[in-house]
């Protein structure tokens, strides 16, 4: 898979997000799989933070050579310091595929000299720019399954019937 296909997969889930994200009832947006899993809502504050604070700003870094120290992350952090259970799901929602349409505008700039440029990361070694690119579309990846996940678990819990002939999960 090329640069091209990445970004045109990236493309893609910014529609599938749409689809998978539509404005649920509140109910759905607040529901919780287990005690310790995400509710919609903490999904898609995650996926704006992860457009714009991670993915987009750690290529940008290496591409453009803003300095020697990656900017720091925090996702498991952020549900509580950006206020995650405070935060309206339908604007969430928009402004996470907002960024997402910003972040496909400036892909659609890079090279694939942009994409061979590196950093020595302090967990990862020396990483490319396009380790981070390839990183982003397998992020949306295990989020719309975990999305998709929730919407079963959902369905399950509340749908008031038996499931077993759609197949097992």
Same mark, same amino acid.
């Given at each position: 898979?090329?640069?091209?296909k990445v970004i045109s997969e990236l493309r893609r889930n910014r529609e599938v997000f749409a689809?998978?994200? #539509? @404005?649920?009832?509140?109910?759905? $947006?607040?529901?919780? @799989? ?37 900017? @720091?992350?925090? @996702?498991?952090? *952020?549900?509580? &310091? ?14 996470? #595929? ?7 505008? *400036?892909?659609?700039? &890079? $090279? ?8 020595? %990361? ?13 990183? *982003? ?5 295990? %989020? &719309?399954?975990?999305? $998709? ?19 097992? *999960?």
């Amino acid at each position: 898979m090329n640069r091209v296909k990445v970004i045109s997969e990236l493309r893609r889930n910014r529609e599938v997000f749409a689809d998978l994200l #539509l @404005p649920p009832s509140e109910e759905m $947006t607040l529901y919780r @799989p287990a005690e310790n899993k995400w509710n919609l809502l903490e999904i898609v504050c995650h996926l704006f933070d992860e457009e714009r604070l991670d993915f987009r700003a750690r290529m940008r870094h290496i591409i453009e050579g803003t300095g020697d120290k990656m900017p @720091p992350i925090d @996702p498991e952090g *952020w549900v509580k &310091i950006h206020r995650y259970s405070e935060r309206d799901y339908k604007s969430i929602a928009e402004d996470f #595929l907002n960024e997402r349409g910003i972040s496909l505008e *400036w892909l659609e700039t &890079i $090279t694939d000299d942009d994409l061979s440029r590196s950093f020595n %990361h302090a967990v990862f070694g020396n990483v490319s720019a396009g380790f981070f690119l390839y990183n *982003w579309l397998a992020h949306d990846y295990l %989020h &719309i399954r975990q999305i $998709t996940s929730l919407k079963f678990s959902y369905l399950r819990e509340f749908g008031n019937q038996e499931l077993k002939y759609a197949g097992d *999960w």
